[in-house]
């Protein structure tokens, strides 16, 4: 049985008021960094084989104080990278909420994307193919990603099962965790945006 944690990066200044998308130099605030120490305290008794992270400092950052726990190193990983939003990328938020091609995207992601950018089913794509590689390189082990929440949706709906155009219906807070596990190919979601008291799920 192989467990997935996917937790999404904890808050940063830009958070609901910009697209940061891949902007370099978005690191975590005060709160993100007690975030990502909540994040690390949760997962204290998760027995990691490897943890894993998004290329973006916001991620890396959250993954830190787990890897110092554990005495482990972070690898970066372009698979669990935030959605690219093209043209939209460094945009205030408020300011797309007229546009069509932002409405579009809310609407129906599974047949637009942002211009310049990333569909939802391309990231969903890179996130199911890097934990199929990750499933069999770590056979009965515990494996944290550390990601962004939009991937973390498109992941989910995938092994959920249900069409990605309803993604935006999974909650997916800062310094949130959510659970996958495989029992042989077999996917279960067995939790999905803890952020609050937690039982790792390391029975089995």
Known sequence: MTTFYLIRHGSHDLLGKTMAGRMPGVHL???GRKEAQLVSDRLKDVPFAAIYA???????????PLA????????VSDALNEVNFGQWTGMNIDSLHHDPQWELWNASRSCSR???????VEIQ???VDKIEVLRCAHIDQHVALFTHSDTIRATLSFYLGIPVDMCIRIAVDPGSISVLRFIQAKPEVILVNATGEFSPCISG
Do not use: C, I, Y
């Open 114 to 120: 942002p211009p310049g950018g990333e569909m939802l």
């Open 125 to 127: 794509s890179r996130m």
């Open 29 to 31: 605030s005060d709160q």
């Open 68 to 75: 110092s726990l554990k005495n482990m190193a972070v690898h």
């Open 54 to 64: 998004s290329p973006l400092e916001r991620a890396q950052e959250t993954a830190q």
